[in-house]
C-alpha cells in the first residue's frame, strides 16, 4: 500500500510542474522518469493481480525496480 503514497506523490507533482511540455517538467529529471516508471508498473502490477495474471515473469523484474525508491532518498540527502 505504500505504491499509493507514490502514486499521490506522482499526481501532484505532475499537477504542480506539468507532465512533458516545458523546461522544469516532470519527465525532465531523470529520477521523476525512474518514478515514473516504477508507478506506472505498480498500476499494472495490481491490474494484473485483479485480472488473475501474477504469474508473468518480465512483471516480477519490473517489481524489482521499486527497490530503487530508497536509493532515491539516500542519494537526494547525501549532499545536506
Known amino acids: 500500500m505504500i505504491s499509493i503514497i507514490f502514486i499521490i506523490e506522482f499526481l501532484l507533482k505532475i499537477i504542480v510542474m506539468g507532465f512533458v511540455v516545458g523546461p522544469k517538467t516532470y519527465l525532465h529529471d531523470a529520477w521523476n522518469i525512474l518514478d515514473f516508471v516504477i508507478v506506472f508498473f505498480s498500476v499494472v502490477n495490481w491490474i494484473m493481480d485483479a ?5 508473468i515473469s ?7 525496480l521499486r527497490a530503487l525508491r530508497p536509493l532515491r532518498m539516500v542519494s537526494k540527502n547525501e549532499g545536506k
Open 51 to 55: 485480472a488473475g495474471l501474477q504469474d
Open 58 to 64: 518480465f512483471v516480477k523484474g519490473f517489481r524489482a
